[in-house]
């Protein structure tokens, strides 16, 4: 955004100041400004250019078509010109650029001005024709001035150029206040203790009135949410032409092209008040106002000339048949203001941020009043802001107010109100500030005092300042006025705060996780949230009616929102493995996308993938290879690291994952970890054994608990036995595990899988698991009386409810 400070000192005072103590005070108060860039009306700013007089005019001794001047340019002595202009006469008023002028006769060219002779006469300088500096096309003759200035007054006071810095601020979405010069100027009179000019110029708003009733407009507002307040006016009998200068040289400064008086206006007033402004020709308006939301999939022309496809939340301004305007972002081809119009529709509205901002977004449409009214502007604004800009109307393009002002405003914006307690503001700003200067403060952001007490104070905030609506955010008010370097920093630094933490932080969860992981030898990826369908296409356990299309896809292969974190993980294994690099071990935090029948959802989750190795090869040890435990056990890990209690697991097999485990806890689904289907990695184009876990991390963290419980380490000795249990090849060490912890409860401490055989010793449907059970009595030495007892239970169990034998 840019401010241009001709315009801001029109309404705070700030001659004593210069563009860097400007720019260092708007930064400080949290108006960052990001450069700072000197605008010239005219190239060169006419510098070394002066008004001077011809004293004497003599013909050349060596040339019929020059002439010897002596001129007067304001120095001790006269100077000596040679001159080829006709008109050059004694006694004339004229233009002269001085020895080392640099003179621009158009934008992309230009020349010094230097000492020197011509056909041997001496010339200290020239006489200038309007073209040779800048301010014409005409080379008649040089330019004769009709003016009593002093010889030596810069050419550009004579011009009344208007040269002028221009600050480009880094607009934080949250300060839209200071969108505006006023805005701007809103937070220099607090910080200088300088009195503001009125919002707009009093006396054109003292001169409004309404000349007649002509042309009234009935305006019908659908939804009074998407536009809580819509005000308008009719100005007849204009003429559209051209800006005067002062308007041309304020937009043109700040970057904009003028247009016509009409149009310049209303981005006038935008630029200064913030209040964004639309003129209709009142010929297309056809004495009604509709605003409704579009009817989907209607076309509508807007003024780049492009056909746009509109949806069903675009709010828009119509008349009784058609659209003219998608309100607060652009207007429509038809209805604008044109070298014909004679007549306009003036709008001032107020519309809902969100409504607005999903309008832009949609279409891909960026304007100044987007911008504004997707921030929040000014709801009080409005009616300032259209007897302003009427007003310069009438003054600049002629006409007459025809029709009363229309106020639609229903439910009016209330202001915010604040309990402030003063030991808070000198608690978070570290440094005890005076009551009185806390309220001083305050009361020139224009927040109202309503209560005060020893302790307290009740403050009211107006509804343009959507950023002030806590404590904290008004201490933050009194912290940037005041000045951050005002601040004494004490020996001891220290942080506080008015809310307290919450117990569960998902950031803090997730860099616990991540550390982890990385110390386990993981390394964290980020993959693409878009991927092909043709995953969904392919395989059962994705559900084609489930995936959220792209509408605008770059790529076949982006068409659609991932619904499940394997395949993205994949394509980076992919990756990894094309480069010869096959031993990976590699995690995500990311988040998938599913259509509903009436909804979006998304859900987070964390994925890890475990592929090749899991241990280099030595001349100690062989390389060994990554399996299920290898990622099961990365799993349990976080479980622990996040005390999650009461988890069970069950086998799965299914079209993406060739076998596995599914944990739950509290009876839902937290994580599922298998080896991917060679069906499913053949897809991404990975050929070796990929281990994946689908972990989600919502549940994860909503059963997360900080209670940890600690208790003395046991004084008496573990003791470990070992069984060979031979099952049906179906059955899982899960199942294992849960039968044995049901059976012994209190002596049971780990159970523990250490061998896993399938083979020509037994049949073909068997599977043996060698698990080793440690029991501990954690008050006295156990014996073989009691040991005995517990595995003879154990194996009872086995073999009734799990059919199982017990290899001895």
């Not at 000349?211 to 305006?219: I, K, W, Y």
């Not at 117990?503 to 969860?509: I, R």
């Not at 199942?735 to 055989?757: G, P, W």
């Amino acid at each position: 955004m840019k401010i241009s400070l001709n315009w801001l000192g029109s309404l705070v005072n700030i001659e004593d100041k210069t563009p860097q103590e400007i720019d260092e005070l708007l930064t400080m108060s949290g108006l960052e400004v990001e450069g700072i860039e000197e605008v010239e009306e005219v190239k060169g700013g006419l510098k070394g250019l002066v008004v001077a007089e011809v004293l004497t005019c003599e013909q050349h001794p060596n040339a019929d078509k020059l002439r010897v001047t002596t001129v007067d340019i304001g120095a001790e002595e006269p100077v000596q010109i040679v001159c080829g202009a006709p008109n050059v006469a004694a006694g004339q008023k004229v233009i002269v650029a001085t020895i080392g002028t640099e003179l621009y006769p158009s934008p992309t060219e230009s020349f010094k001005i230097k000492k020197g002779k011509i056909r041997g006469e001496v010339s200290m300088g020239m006489i200038c024709a309007e073209d040779e500096i800048g301010m014409g096309q005409s080379h008649d003759g040089i330019m004769v001035l009709d003016t009593d200035m002093a010889n030596g007054t810069p050419a550009a006071k004579y011009f009344n150029l208007e040269n002028d810095n221009v600050l480009e601020i880094g607009l934080t979405p949250n300060r839209v206040d200071g969108s505006s010069h006023y805005g701007a100027a809103r937070d220099l009179k607090v910080l200088l203790d300088r009195p503001i000019q009125q919002v707009a110029k009093p006396e054109l708003l003292d001169s409004f009135k309404v000349d007649n009733t002509s042309a009234p407009v009935q305006v019908n507002v659908q939804d009074s949410d998407a536009c809580p307040r819509y005000s308008g006016i009719t100005i007849s009998g204009i003429e559209i032409k051209e800006s005067p200068k002062w308007i041309k040289q304020r937009l043109t400064a700040i970057g904009l092209s003028p247009i016509n008086n009409v149009v310049d206006i209303t981005n006038y007033v935008l630029h200064e008040l913030g209040q964004p402004l639309h003129a209709f020709d009142l010929a297309k308006v056809g004495g009604e106002i509709n605003v409704k939301f579009a009817t989907e999939g209607e076309e509508f022309i807007t003024l780049d000339e492009e056909k746009r496809k509109l949806k069903g939340h675009d709010l828009m301004i119509a008349n009784a048949s058609e659209n003219m305007c998608i309100a607060g972002v652009f207007g429509g081809l038809e209805s604008g203001v044109t070298e014909g119009t004679t007549s306009i529709f003036l709008e001032s509205a107020y519309f809902h941020p969100d409504v607005v901002r999903k309008t832009s977004q949609t279409h891909s449409i960026k304007t100044d009043s987007s911008f504004r009214f997707e921030r929040g502007c000014d709801p009080n604004m409005t009616i300032t802001a259209l007897k302003y800009a009427a007003a310069l109307i009438k003054e600049y393009a002629g006409g007459e107010i025809s029709s009363e002002i229309v106020d639609i405003y229903p439910t009016p914006i209330e202001n915010f109100i604040i309990d402030v307690k003063f030991k808070n503001v000198n608690r978070l700003i570290g440094q005890d500030i005076p009551q009185d200067r806390v309220i001083e403060i305050l009361e020139g952001l224009e927040i109202s005092i309503l209560e005060r007490t020893e302790e307290t104070i009740k403050v009211s905030v107006p509804p343009f300042r959507v950023d002030v609506q806590r404590e904290a955010d008004i201490i933050e008010e009194i912290l940037r006025i005041y000045g951050f370097n005002s601040v004494e920093l004490s020996e001891s630094l220290s942080a506080d705060y008015l809310a307290s933490f919450p117990k569960k932080d998902k950031q803090v969860l997730q860099r616990k996780v991540t550390e982890m992981l990385a110390g386990s030898g993981c390394h964290e990826v980020m993959t693409n949230s878009l991927t092909t369908s043709k995953y969904s296409k392919e395989l059962s356990d994705l559900n084609e009616n489930e995936n959220v299309e792209i509408l605008n896809i770059l790529s076949a292969d982006l068409d659609v929102m991932r619904q499940s974190m394997m395949f993205s993980g994949l394509e980076v294994i992919n990756h990894n493995i094309r480069r010869q690099q096959k031993n990976i071990r590699i995690f995500e935090f990311g988040k998938t996308y599913h259509k509903g029948e009436n909804r979006y959802t998304e859900n987070e989750h964390l994925a890890l993938f475990v592929s090749g190795t899991s241990t280099d090869e030595s001349w100690i040890r062989k390389a060994t290879s990554s399996d299920f435990h290898t990622i099961s056990s990365l799993v349990e890990k976080i479980f622990d690291r996040l005390n999650i209690q009461g988890i069970s697991a069950e086998y799965v097999s299914n079209d993406t994952l060739a076998y596995g485990l599914q944990y739950s806890a509290r009876k839902k689904v937290i994580a599922t970890v298998g080896l991917v289907h060679p069906k499913a990695a053949k897809m991404a184009g990975v050929k070796q054994e990929v281990f994946f876990a689908d972990i989600n991390w919502t549940l994860l963290v909503e059963m997360y608990s900080a209670d940890y419980k600690f208790k003395e380490i046991p004084k008496f000795p573990e003791v470990r036995r070992d069984l060979s249990i031979v099952l049906d090849k179906k059955a899982t060490f899960a199942s294992i595990k849960q039968l044995a912890q049901k059976t012994e409860r209190k002596l049971l401490k780990k159970i523990n899988v250490f061998d896993v055989y399938e083979g020509k010793h037994l049949a073909a449907d068997l599977k043996s698991y060698s698990v080793s059970f440690i029991l501990q009595d954690e008050n006295k030495t156990l014996n073989d009386k009691a040991i005995d007892k517990v595995m003879n239970n154990l194996i009872k169990a086995f073999e009734t409810q799990l059919k199982a034998v017990i290899r001895k």
